[in-house]
């Protein structure tokens, strides 16, 4: 039975998502509870799922028993189970939270909950899935609800998301342009499989100029500076409900995809004509989590600022997995859970700022600390675990990018978290600064926070501590299975 | 310079897929008309999927059905099924992804009463 939970994962969410129009099309009430119950499964079992896995060794999904590399595989790592786990808990978080502040219009649509589930559903697709083209397929499954998700925000969300959309597919089209050359030169689609018969293939222009288009098409959907463009503004106009979801999931998946795909077809070392692969792409992941973190400093929009703020923890993440050593590997695989729930925590808080106080820039948060505790609260944690201090798990996740990146003298890594980590404080402290504020007239009153905002909120500021708690085991799980 | 025309020559299929890949990113790149950036995202997808379709091309080959009397398999006389099975996901793919920009651009036509992506950029700013 436990060897067929992977499979459970994915078909909770989906069949519920399909059977949902014919289940609610009476009672649209009903939606929001079905989607939160399948959600809380989901959460269930990738718990179960998880115990699974650090007990009895990863499971190989074979699909109708035809084992890879002839038939189609998942492969459910410590790594996968764990992104998993920290995907639908997030997901569940938002739409506790998204009771808040979703629209009534959107509440009753039946179609805006499918669009949620078959969403969750192509992420479990994407982490799980050993082979290429799957991984093709479900990122463009969930990109495809993205879309949907965002411009359901109407109006300006409607230009957004249509960027988005263009981005996106042309992403998707390079991707499948780099699997396309991969397969032609090696005739397997099948990552293990790809990983044994490459490293003889390196000189070959078609095995490295696919590798190129993979990473090019991955690296827009990943929105990795300088193809971040159609990021902050699908995010900023995505509708308040889905926005944390979005935020903290997407973007995540699609770097889990490439670093299954660097570590299972890039081995440490590898040159290409006298370029060592992964240096280059350790560069270019300083640069975007320098790049991004000043562009957020520079934003006067909360939203925006968050957005830019993910953007630069792509690039941290990207530094630690190409470092070539399992200690920064594992730090970077750390800190995309944590970056997840740091998101989703953020983009709840703007969401809420939003709807409580009306406040869309920094100036317009001049006051709200007076009148809402209970979010500056939640803020502190999170901005603790942005910055990146003990006890939260975003310190650890850098402490051990950067204890990885003094293993291979690679000073400019060390360099890049550092700096990073002032900008983000530097940006932190420009919101805290208008949070803060006090304003001429007071208004003590203080402000009841609905029990759904205080459910999602809390348990996502308490999750980054729990994380930070946790993370000398959730590091070695991900070092042993790295090892293997 | 010969050399580079004979090996372009010599393979027709890779140089319409270039061309028309490249086109398709002009035409994304400069119309600043929404249905026109759709068709040149179309034609991308088109020329990718053209792309798989021609490598995996084979002169005499025929279905690849196996069945359990037959003694050995000569791979060479069968086609490779897998790269059509990849096209026919990737043409569902485009298909969705052309179905959910189309409802957008309509969605966008009805808000702003323009496909102009500088027009529409004024009134959304």
Redesign the interface.
């Known amino acids: 039975m436990s060897s067929q939970l992977p499979i459970f994962l994915f078909l909770v969410p989906f069949v519920t998502a399909v059977a949902m129009p014919i289940l609610c099309a009476k009672r649209r009430s009903w939606c929001q509870r079905l989607t939160t119950g399948a959600v809380s499964v989901m959460v269930v079992l990738s718990v179960i799922n998880l115990r699974v896995v650090l007990s009895e060794g990863s499971i190989e999904y074979a699909f109708g028993g035809w084992t890879a590399p002839v038939g189609i595989a998942w492969l459910v790592d410590p790594l996968a189970a764990i992104v998993i786990l920290t995907m639908s808990v997030v997901a569940l978080l938002s739409l506790i939270y998204g009771r808040l502040v979703v629209t009534s219009k959107l509440d009753k649509s039946v179609q805006y909950y499918t669009l949620i589930l078959l969403f969750i559903a192509a992420l479990v697709g994407v982490v799980f899935a050993a082979d290429l083209f799957n991984v093709f397929v479900f990122l463009e499954m969930a990109a495809l609800a993205g879309y949907a998700l965002v411009s359901a925000g109407g109006g300006k969300a409607l230009v957004y998301a249509f960027r988005y959309l263009l981005l996106g597919s042309f992403g998707a089209t390079l991707y499948l342009l780099g699997v396309s050359y991969l397969y032609a030169a090696t005739g397997t689609l099948n990552m293990a499989d790809l990983g044994t018969r490459l490293p003889e293939l390196m000189t070959s222009t078609a095995v490295v100029s696919g590798l190129v288009f993979v990473f090019l098409g991955l690296s827009i959907k990943m929105a990795l500076v300088p193809l971040h463009g159609w990021l902050p503004g699908a995010y900023a106009n995505a509708p308040e409900a889905v926005a944390p979801l979005l935020a903290s999931t997407i973007t995540k998946v699609a770097l889990v995809a490439w670093v299954r795909i660097e570590y299972s077809l890039i081995a440490p070392g590898v040159e290409v004509s006298h370029v060592p692969v992964l240096v280059l792409l350790e560069y270019i992941g300083v640069l975007a989590a320098v790049i991004g973190a000043a562009l957020a400093l520079v934003q006067t929009e909360i939203k925006r600022m968050f957005a830019y703020g993910g953007i630069s923890h792509i690039g941290l993440i990207l530094v630690g997995v190409s470092l070539g050593n399992s200690t920064a590997l594992a730090g970077g695989l750390f800190y995309l859970v944590n970056d997840a729930v740091m998101q989703a925590a953020l983009f709840m808080i703007a969401g809420a700022v939003l709807h409580y106080h009306g406040a869309r820039t920094l100036d317009d948060l001049k006051g709200v600390a007076n009148r809402s505790p209970w979010l500056t609260g939640a803020l502190v944690v999170v901005a603790i675990s942005m910055v990146g201090l003990p006890p939260t798990g975003g310190f650890f996740g850098k402490w051990n990018i950067v204890l990885g990146a003094l293993e291979a003298q690679h000073y400019l890594a060390v360099f890049a978290v550092l700096a990073s980590t002032l900008l983000t404080l530097g940006y932190f402290l420009r919101l805290f600064a208008c949070w803060f504020h006090q304003p001429v007239t007071i208004e003590s009153e203080r402000l009841e926070v609905a029990a759904c905002l205080r459910v999602s909120l809390g348990a996502a500021s308490v999750a980054t501590i729990v994380l930070g708690l946790l993370s000398d085991s959730v590091v070695r799980v991900l070092l042993e299975s790295l090892a293997s | 310079m010969a050399e580079l025309l004979q090996a372009l020559l010599q393979r027709p299929n890779f140089v319409v897929f270039v061309i028309l890949?490249l086109w398709g990113?002009y035409i994304?790149a400069a119309h600043p008309n929404?249905v026109k950036?759709?068709i040149g995202?179309y034609i991308?997808?088109t020329s990718?999927i053209f792309?798989?379709v021609a490598?995996s091309a084979k002169d005499g080959a025929t279905v690849p059905i196996v069945s359990a009397e037959m003694a050995s398999l000569e791979a060479w006389a069968y086609a490779n099924p897998?790269?059509h099975a990849?096209t026919v996901?990737?043409i569902v793919?485009q298909i969705?992804?052309l179905g959910?920009?189309l409802a957008?651009?309509s969605?966008?036509y009805r808000?702003?009463g323009s496909l102009d992506e500088d027009e529409?950029?004024k009134k959304?700013e």
Request: net charge positive; aromatic share 16%.
């Open positions: 890949f990113i994304m929404y950036k759709l995202l991308v997808q990718v792309f798989l490598f897998l790269p990849l996901t990737a793919v969705a992804t959910v920009s957008l651009v969605a966008i808000k702003y529409v950029l959304v």
